[in-house]
């Protein structure tokens, strides 16, 4: 939204079409920064006696934009990640909500822990950028919220998996995009080396929505849903786990034969690799794609990437062994959209200084 000032009453005007090496979206930009100065506030956080300190955005604006993604009111027993806080009324409207929640930003921001204290507020509140983030530093998370903040950084893809990382049920995505919704034609993104973006240095891609959405299941999410794309923000909601499998299956479980390494054919995979987990099954279903395939890793979906006949009722179905992975015994199984899940083989991740495998 764009805000305007009048007599120290604050009003919404349509916002400019932001797009690259374009005027009116730098003006627009640098107009969001002023009133931003003058308010101090970017988000908008209710006291606890009902007084509301008023940011840029309002707690209705705040209210709608979480609003977008499938987040339950009771949150009791979840364990949320707020990834890029900032003033903090997503940590706090989550611990709100029940949950035990953790919240991060790259710098300390003084009117998040002004918010905090005003609000006695037991969110865990740490300064790390988004590559210090992994399970051994912050634990993994029921739910993690990760809104407008991917365009901001460096390294898109590598993030998105971190994110993944972290989570175990789903990630709440919200992101620019360089268009209202999906579009024909490939995926696309847009690379920013300064300003080019609004004037800010720190904007550094523009995805089309379709990229978006293929960036996150590139990642390792299994389930991504596109919900609402407004004013060039995208909402998508990424999952860790397949849907339940049918209750009335009309086939057999496959019955899965290997997991190997798609370099030397053994089950071992040394740690921080860019390997991919080739599966070995027996079906009675004809005609699989990768579409009708539901692969697993310790519980977790994995994208399948190729599904290919072997002759007769064999098939092998590969897919990218996720990083972060910590080193030791791990379980492949899979099924298909019409069975239940095969049994279950074993693979080991190997520490990365001490493979004895060479590369």
């Keep these: 939204m764009r805000f305007k000032c009048d007599g120290g009453r604050w009003y919404h005007t349509p916002m400019a079409w932001l797009k690259a090496q374009d005027e009116k979206s730098t003006k627009w930009v640098k107009e969001q920064i002023d009133i931003l100065n003058q308010k101090g506030w970017y988000h908008s956080i209710q006291l606890p006696d009902g007084q ?16 977008r993604f499938p987040i339950p009111e009771d949150l009791t027993g979840k364990r949320v990640l707020d990834v890029g806080a900032w003033d903090g009324w997503f940590s706090f409207e989550m611990e709100r909500r029940g949950a035990e929640v953790v919240a991060v930003d790259c710098v300390d921001m003084e009117k998040f822990r002004i918010a905090h204290q005003l609000l006695g507020s037991k969110v865990d509140y740490r300064v790390l950028d988004v590559d210090e983030l992994s399970p051994a530093t912050c634990g993994r998370f029921d739910i993690v919220l990760f809104l407008g903040v991917l365009y901001h950084l460096r390294h898109p893809l590598l993030s998105l998996e971190r994110i993944c990382q972290l989570t175990r049920d789903l990630a709440a995505v919200e992101s620019f995009v360089i268009d209202e919704g999906l579009q024909p034609g490939p995926p696309v993104i847009e690379f920013y080396e300064t300003n080019e973006l609004g004037g800010q240095t720190d904007n550094w ?4 929505t379709a990229c978006l959405l293929a960036l996150c299941r590139s990642a390792g999410f299994v389930r991504v849903e596109l919900g609402e794309v407004v004013k060039q923000r995208a909402h998508v909601t990424c999952y860790r786990r397949w849907e339940p499998p049918p209750p009335n299956p009309a086939y057999a479980p496959p019955v899965l034969k290997a997991a190997a390494n798609n370099r030397d054919w053994t089950n071992r995979f040394p740690k921080n690799k860019d390997l991919y987990v080739c599966c070995f099954f027996t079906s009675q279903e004809q005609g699989l794609t990768t579409k009708e395939l539901r692969l697993e890793l310790d519980g977790y979906g994995v994208p399948a990437l190729t599904a290919a006949t072997q002759g007769g009722d064999g098939w092998q179905a590969n897919f990218w062994l996720p990083s972060g992975l910590d080193p030791g015994p791990h379980e492949v199984r899979l099924r298909t959209v019409n069975s239940l899940y095969s049994n279950a083989v074993p693979i080991e991740v190997l520490p990365a200084a001490n493979s004895p495998i060479p590369f």
């Design 52 to 67: 509301v300190i008023e940011g840029v955005q309002s707690i209705d604006h705040l209210k709608a934009r979480i609003g």
């Design 205 to 208: 891609y523009g995805p089309t």
